[in-house]
């Protein structure tokens, strides 16, 4: 049974600092990975999808980075701002069948000004 | 272009009342989930659909039914609530469920249902 954990669950940094979130899972055997983001009492956003054949995807301050065979990603933010505060959840979906998404407990960040 | 909705928004329910929480999609995306979120713990997968007849079972199924009859509409049941049931309940849905380049999950707004 796959298992996705987030380290660290929660995160308070000051504006402009860069930071990593990470993201790590149990089977390697996996179609893609998924950043979402969440504000309080909201639903989830995706913010980058990466393939199982791809190492990175880029969107804007964020950087998402796949290792497969070690079963790892990292969500890099770049030059943070308040309006990063959230929680993140990465989500894998699972390559055999149609197994959907299993989530992490996300991290929640907060970027104080 | 909606992306997925969900009605209604807030639910209060007493034990042992039913309700339906509503799900719609105008992408025509062929996969379709409900997922709970409990503070503090994920989402966990309660029912999912990779098309029009067909739902399988997720994580967490007990005290639930779900039916697909179109494409687009994905409802969730409860026939007794209980007080575990209390939690904000999330649809999405994406297109092929296979992992393509384009094959993110769309979620919706969520459903905060209390039951007391």
């Known amino acids: 049974k796959q298992e996705v954990t987030q380290i660290p669950a929660a995160l308070s940094v000051p504006e402009g600092e860069n930071l990593v979130l990470n993201c790590s899972f149990t089977?390697?055997?996996?179609?893609?990975l998924q950043w979402f983001r969440q504000d309080p009492g909201k639903g989830l956003t995706s913010l980058l999808l990466?393939?199982?054949?791809?190492r990175e995807q880029t969107s804007g301050r964020l950087n998402a980075s796949l290792d497969k065979s070690s079963g790892r990603s990292t969500l890099y933010i770049a030059a943070s701002q308040p309006g990063d505060s959230a929680t993140y959840l990465c989500?894998?979906?699972?390559?055999?069948?149609?197994?959907?998404?299993?989530f992490g407990k996300g991290t929640r960040l907060s970027v104080i000004a | 272009n909606a992306g997925v909705t969900q009605t209604p928004k807030f639910r209060i329910l007493k034990i042992g009342q039913s309700m339906t929480l509503q799900c719609t999609q105008d992408?025509?995306?062929?996969?379709m989930y409900w997922y709970r979120q409990d503070p503090g713990m994920g989402l966990k997968l309660i029912y999912y659909?990779?098309?029009?007849?067909?739902?399988d079972k997720g994580e967490v199924p007990n005290g639930y039914n779900v039916s697909r009859s179109t494409t687009e509409d994905f409802p969730l049941r409860l026939e007794l609530a209980a007080p575990s049931q209390t939690s904000v309940y999330f649809c999405?849905?994406?297109?092929?469920?296979?992992?393509?380049?384009?094959?993110?999950?769309?979620f919706g707004s969520g459903t905060r249902l209390t039951v007391v």
């Open positions: 999405a849905s994406s297109y092929t469920g296979t992992g393509g380049s384009t094959d993110g999950y769309t």
């Open positions: 089977d390697s055997a996996i179609y893609n």
């Open positions: 990466i393939q199982s054949s791809q």
């Open positions: 989500a894998v979906k699972g390559s055999i069948g149609n197994t959907p998404l299993v």
């Open positions: 992408m025509n995306h062929n996969y």
């Open positions: 659909s990779v098309g029009a007849g067909i739902t």
